[in-house]
């Protein structure tokens, strides 16, 4: 079955950088699209970033653009998420996500603390 699998989380001072990683298994990787969202305490989840599959084009939040960098080795079945000069707004449970056969998958996510 999908399997997603969140890692790369932490504690990080302001303006600092975390890569997070997201392992996939259970289905041809290389062939869906993938995205990050992310979830704050009291907040709705928000896509922070998508890539995609034949193209590996990407898109990004407004709120993340020029810090943030998603990425994908399909050799790996893996996903990342370059983040760099981390703000206190960026704190959240990050999730990876894709969508297979109309059905949406999550990781069980990973949080990110951006504080002082």
């Known amino acids: 079955q999908v399997q997603l699998v969140e890692s790369g989380g932490g504690l990080v001072q302001p303006g600092g950088s975390l890569r997070l990683s997201c392992a996939a298994s259970?289905?041809?990787?290389?062939?869906?699209?993938m995205t990050w969202y992310r979830q704050a305490p009291g907040k709705e989840r928000e896509l922070v970033a998508v890539?995609?599959?034949?193209?590996?084009?990407?898109n990004y939040a407004d709120s993340v653009k020029g810090r943030f960098t998603i990425s994908r080795d399909n050799a790996k079945n893996t996903v990342y998420l370059q983040m760099n000069s981390l703000k206190p707004e960026d704190t959240a449970v990050y999730f990876c996500g894709t969508q297979v056969a109309s059905r949406a998958y999550w990781g069980q996510g990973t949080q990110v603390t951006v504080s002082s």
């Open positions: 890539i995609f599959d034949r193209s590996g084009s990407t």
């Open positions: 259970g289905f041809t990787f290389r062939l869906y699209p």
